[in-house]
């Protein structure tokens, strides 16, 4: 099936400091999305992606959708310390698989002040 | 826009009950709702894909007479954990799609503990 690999698995960094985390896949995703998720509460959507090479803009998120549709970047800059948490991605694909999303593994931010 | 509302937010109950989850798309009309769940520092894993009217379509390995799914709306679906178990216990999120290209919305998820 298909799987996705999200780096790094964790950050630790300087508020003010600049985020950057990836995702990889073994096969072609139509949709990319990139969710947050705070401790005991559900992801909440970031950015969502749906063609190869865009790039779209968050306030200071930025993601895009790579060429090849088989990854996706998420940079965060000037971290606060809100910015705290574990960041997703999500794939989705079509076909039998229509609308149901792969996760990654997720990168927990830890953003000192 | 776009809210998913799910209730409870917390469950505690004996082993053998059976504890019912809610999930409500208050401001769309969810033509697909998902349910997952999660163990503590890790991913979601998908449990049940259900469609409006239709019956749900489970997941590999996943009990469909542990985990009743019903979706008798475009606004709710529901999830009924039967005669639940310690091994039970976790965090269980729903979202929700409405239109084809919609992305998925979460609620806010069930944290539910069996004694």
């Known amino acids: 099936g298909q799987q996705l690999n999200q780096s790094p698995q964790s950050m630790f960094i300087q508020e003010g400091e600049d985020v950057s985390m990836n995702c990889t896949s073994s096969s072609i995703f139509n949709t990319w999305l990139w969710y947050k998720q705070d401790p005991g509460e559900g992801p909440v959507l970031l950015i969502a992606l749906y063609k190869a090479g865009e790039l779209t803009s968050n306030g200071r998120l930025t993601a895009q959708f790579g060429i090849t549709r088989k990854d996706s970047f998420l940079n965060i800059s000037a971290s606060i310390p809100s910015d705290v948490g574990i960041y997703f991605c999500?794939?989705?694909?079509?076909?039998?698989?229509?609308?149901?999303?792969?996760f990654g593994q997720g990168t927990i931010l830890t953003v000192h002040p | 826009g776009a809210v998913v509302s799910q209730h409870p937010s917390w469950v505690i109950c004996k082993s053998g009950t059976s504890v019912k989850i809610e999930c409500r798309s208050l401001?769309?009309?969810?033509?697909?709702m998902f349910w997952y769940r999660q163990f503590p520092k890790q991913s979601l894993m998908l449990m049940a894909t259900s469609n409006e009217g239709s019956k749900a379509t489970y997941e590999q390995g996943v009990e469909k007479d542990k985990f009743l799914i019903n979706h008798a709306s475009l606004t709710l679906s529901t999830l009924t954990v039967t005669s639940a178990h310690p091994e039970d216990s976790s965090f269980y999120i729903c979202?929700?799609?409405?239109?084809?290209?919609?992305?998925?919305?979460f609620g806010d998820g069930t944290r539910l503990s069996i004694l």
């Open positions: 979202s929700a799609s409405g239109y084809s290209n919609q992305p998925q919305h």
């Open positions: 999500a794939g989705q694909a079509g076909g039998t698989s229509y609308g149901k999303l792969t």
């Open positions: 401001d769309f009309q969810a033509t697909t």
